[in-house]
C-alpha cells in the first residue's frame, strides 16, 4: 500500500496543542525506513471541498474567519487542510494511506471542531462516486462523517469509539450510520468482537472500504483509550481486509508519536494478508 505525505503538513504548530507534527513526522520516518513508496499529493480544489461542505464554510477557512478552541486559526490553514483532503483523494485513487495532518472526521458540512477543519475522507468518498463502507477506527466518534452521509443511500457509516468522550455523539445507530460506543480500555477482545459484528450488521454489495485509520485507540493514549495493543492494529486491519473490497485509509487521530508508524505498519499488513489469504 502506497503512503500518501507531504512535507508540507509538518510547517504548522502550536506549542502544547495534542494535534502537532511529530506524530506524523515520526511514522513517515518509520515507514521510509521499511522501503515503503510514497507518494506527494495535490491539493484538493475549491469544488471538490465543496462536495461535502457548504460555501460558508469553505469561505470562513479560508479566511480564517472562525473560532474554536480545538482549531487554531493558524496561517494559510486552508492549505493545509484542502492538501490533507488532497491527500484523502490521491489514497483513494491509489488504494493508499493518507498520512497527512489536519485530520478530518470531526468536521461537517457546515462546521469544524476536534482538530478538523475539512473532511478528507468524506471528500474522497463523495468525490468517487462508490458505494462505500466507511469504517472509523479513532477513538472519537466521527460526528463530522455522520453528518456528511446521514441518509446517503450511497454510504453506510460504521463508527467503533469510547463512549462518554468528546463529540459527545454516536450514542446511538440512525439509518445508515451505525455506531458502537465503547468503554474505556475495554482490549483487543471486544474490540475485534465489535468490529466484526459491525461489519455483519453493515451488509454487504460494497465497491469500496474507506477507513478512517485513528490510533489513539491506543492502551498509553491521553485522549480515548480503548486499550488496545499497537499488535491489535494488524488484527483490526485483518478483519478490514477480509472483506476483499477495494481500500484506503486516512489518518484521522492518534496521539502518541512513537507508537504511529508501527501502528500504521500493523494496520496496512493485517489489510495485506487478509488479501493474501482471500486469494488462495
Given at each position: 500500500m502506497k503512503i500518501i505525505f507531504s512535507e508540507r503538513c509538518l510547517e504548522y504548530h502550536t506549542a502544547g496543542h495534542p494535534e502537532g507534527p511529530g506524530r506524523v513526522r515520526m511514522a513517515q520516518h518509520y515507514l521510509d525506513r521499511l522501503g515503503y513508496q510514497f507518494v506527494v499529493p495535490e491539493p484538493a480544489q475549491r469544488e471538490e471541498l465543496l462536495l461535502v461542505h457548504t460555501e460558508e464554510h469553505v469561505r470562513r477557512v479560508e479566511e480564517g474567519d472562525f473560532s474554536d478552541p480545538d482549531c487554531p486559526r493558524y496561517p494559510n490553514i486552508h492549505t493545509y487542510a484542502a492538501l490533507s483532503a488532497g491527500g484523502a483523494i490521491a489514497a483513494q485513487e491509489q488504494g493508499g494511506f493518507s498520512l497527512l495532518r489536519p485530520p478530518g472526521h470531526h468536521a461537517g458540512p457546515g462546521f469544524l471542531g476536534g482538530f478538523c477543519y475539512y473532511n478528507a475522507i468524506a471528500v474522497a468518498?463523495?468525490?468517487?462516486?462508490?458505494?462505500?463502507?466507511?469504517?472509523?477506527?479513532?477513538?472519537?466518534?466521527?460526528n463530522g462523517t455522520e453528518a456528511v452521509f446521514s441518509g446517503d443511500p450511497n454510504v453506510t457509516y460504521v463508527s467503533l469509539h469510547r463512549m462518554y468522550?468528546?463529540?459527545?455523539?454516536?450514542?446511538?445507530?440512525?439509518?445508515?450510520?451505525?455506531?458502537?460506543?465503547?468503554?474505556?480500555?475495554?482490549?483487543?477482545?471486544?474490540?475485534?468482537?465489535?468490529?466484526?459484528?459491525?461489519?455483519?450488521?453493515?451488509?454487504?454489495?460494497?465497491?469500496?472500504?474507506?477507513?478512517?485509520?485513528?490510533?489513539?485507540t491506543h492502551k498509553d493514549d491521553p485522549l480515548a483509550s480503548l486499550g488496545l495493543e499497537v499488535e491489535t492494529f494488524y488484527d483490526v486491519g485483518f478483519v478490514l481486509g477480509d472483506l476483499a473490497l477495494p481500500t484506503f485509509c486516512v489518518l484521522e487521530g492518534g496521539y502518541i508519536p512513537e507508537i504511529m508508524g508501527p501502528s500504521v505498519e500493523m494496520l496496512v499488513t493485517g489489510l495485506a494478508e487478509a488479501a493474501k489469504t482471500a486469494e488462495k
Open positions: 468518498v463523495r468525490r468517487s462516486n462508490l458505494k462505500t463502507l466507511i469504517v472509523d477506527i479513532d477513538g472519537h466518534h466521527g468522550n468528546y463529540p459527545g455523539t454516536g450514542h446511538h445507530s440512525r439509518g445508515n450510520c451505525l455506531n458502537y460506543p465503547l468503554p474505556p480500555r475495554c482490549g483487543k477482545s471486544l474490540y475485534i468482537d465489535t468490529l466484526e459484528q459491525a461489519l455483519a450488521d453493515a451488509g454487504a454489495n460494497f465497491q469500496q472500504l474507506a477507513v478512517s485509520a485513528g490510533f489513539d
